[in-house]
């Protein structure tokens, strides 16, 4: 069974048309693909679905949803951003019934002096700049705030996945911001992981930013994904794929690694509930 579920179209920030992100995964022998590009935000952006394309966005891929059925099962999902201030109650309620699933994600930490709200994984620069504007400079004030807000997230909304869960990460190449291995950072990693046990929501590996070359490893790193086996708490793969060749980028050495770290099983959600394959 082979499966994707975090998948980016030309409605947000990704390079392809449903159809033809469809007609990748058919290429690459998928059995389920989730559509689920970045749903509207309450603001302006660049990389998200604008307002007045989400009913048109959830037409097209039920649409799609029902000339691929014999082929392969598309669910309509969406990655939802969780926003300081807003949290996620600026999304109408009625959406979460129109959808088979969505990923919850924190891109934005905070508001620059400026008024808008920046993301953690734009680029080192904006998250210098936001650590100074929002946190006064104190790294850990800022990272741990970015996983108090997952923790929220999961807590309150309970997303189908969780989305990349240690994007902080992304600009912080060389340990210039944070070093993983420090207590505080561990203490706030393993909080998060005792909130999501409790719950129902799922955990991806994200191969997304090793394919983009943003990051040498998977999201979450090696130790969390250890952290996550210890704890037995369940785990999917997913690609965050923004075009079509990603749909195939490292899937069986992501499931490879997993298995080395002793997990036996993967989460598939099949759009009603999640299966457990064995790996
Ligand atoms: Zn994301
Ligand atoms: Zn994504």
């Keep these: 069974m082979k499966f994707n579920l975090h998948t980016h179209t030309d409605y947000c920030d990704g390079t392809k048309k449903v159809k033809e992100m469809i007609e990748g995964a058919l290429k690459y022998n998928y059995d389920i693909i989730g559509i689920s590009s970045h749903g509207p935000l309450p603001f302006e952006s660049d990389w998200t679905m604008p307002k007045d394309r989400l009913k048109d966005y959830i037409k097209e891929v039920n649409k799609l949803k029902k000339v691929y059925e014999n082929r392969i099962k598309v669910l309509v999902g969406l990655e939802l951003d969780y926003i300081p201030?807003?949290?996620?109650?600026?999304?109408?309620?009625?959406?979460?019934n129109e959808l088979d699933y969505w990923i919850g994600s924190v891109h934005f930490l905070g508001k620059n002096k400026n008024g808008d709200y920046w993301t953690v994984d734009y680029n080192e620069?904006?998250?210098r700049k936001g650590v100074e504007d929002s946190f006064e400079g104190n790294i850990k004030k800022a990272v741990e705030t970015y996983y108090k807000y997952l923790e929220e997230m999961v807590e309150i909304y309970h997303p189908t996945i969780l989305?990349?869960?240690?994007?902080i990460k992304k600009n912080n190449g060389n340990s210039n911001f944070f070093n993983e291995n420090e207590k505080w950072y561990r203490d706030a990693v393993f909080s998060l992981l005792e909130k999501i046990k409790k719950g129902n929501t799922v955990i991806e590996l994200n191969t997304g930013g090793k394919y983009r070359g943003y990051t040498l490893d998977y999201y979450p790193s090696n130790w969390i994904l250890k952290e996550i086996k210890d704890r037995n708490i369940p785990i999917t793969v997913s690609r965050d794929a923004h075009d079509v060749k990603s749909l195939n980028y490292d899937y069986e050495e992501s499931i490879r690694l997993l298995t080395m770290m002793g997990f036996k099983n993967i989460s598939c959600f099949d759009g009603e509930k999640w299966k457990e394959l064995k790996i």
């Design 85 to 96: 201030d807003f949290k996620m109650e600026y999304i109408d309620k009625e959406i979460f």
């Design 125 to 127: 620069k904006e998250l």
């Design 163 to 167: 989305g990349h869960l240690d994007l």
